[in-house]
């Protein structure tokens, strides 16, 4: 992305973020208004992460400056969240970055990489057209990029709250058959 372009992207996405209302805004509105007023589309992989480095950064500059008095629980959970995954810092040149203390990692695409179930599947958090999904998916690498494959599912909020919510009975069921196994 050019430079002349990146600078115009931050300048209107930071206009934008000082006045909205932050408990009611989101990334892809975000997105969506500096798109409007630039007259460029935003939409582009590239372009979504660099919207998504500002919109973070500007963020951890709001963030009020913790409480000396506050109790010691809050200073352990931040100590594990910064240490969560320090052991994969290095990406193997696979272009992932963590961002915020090391705290979030994001593939190739922008999404935030919630788990890696295995090697190759992993559980992410996507914005597709307005909508937040929980994709539970196979990836597979070409020229250096891991790629989402079609082998998956991708659940709305709605979904994942339903889901959720029947993990119990999963186990349950899974419980029963392993019994009858053994």
Do not use: H
């Not at 589309?41 to 919109?55: A, N, Y």
């Not at 559980?123 to 690498?141: A, N, P």
């Not at 709305?156 to 119990?168: G, I, L, M, Y």
């Amino acid at each position: 992305m050019e430079p002349e372009l990146q600078s115009k992207i931050e300048e209107t996405v930071l206009q934008i973020l000082k006045s909205s209302n932050m408990d009611e805004t989101t990334e892809y509105k975000i997105r969506q208004a500096a798109s409007e007023q630039l007259g460029v589309d935003l939409s582009p992989p590239d372009r979504k992460r660099f919207v998504r480095t500002v919109v973070e950064s500007y963020l951890s500059e709001q963030k009020p400056e913790p409480d000396v008095n506050e109790g010691k629980n809050d200073a352990v959970e931040e100590e594990e969240e910064e240490g969560e995954g320090d052991d994969d810092d290095d990406d193997g040149g696979q272009g992932k970055r963590k961002r915020g203390g090391g705290a979030k990692e994001y593939d190739d695409n922008g999404d935030l990489i919630i788990c890696k179930l295995s090697a190759r599947r992993r559980v992410t958090i996507q914005d597709f057209r307005g909508k937040t999904l929980v994709s539970i998916r196979e990836f597979y690498s070409k020229d250096g990029k891991d790629l989402p494959s079609s082998k998956g599912i991708s659940l709305t909020t709605e979904q994942w709250s339903s889901f959720k919510k029947n993990v119990p009975a999963i186990e349950k069921a899974i419980r029963k058959m392993e019994s009858r196994l053994n």
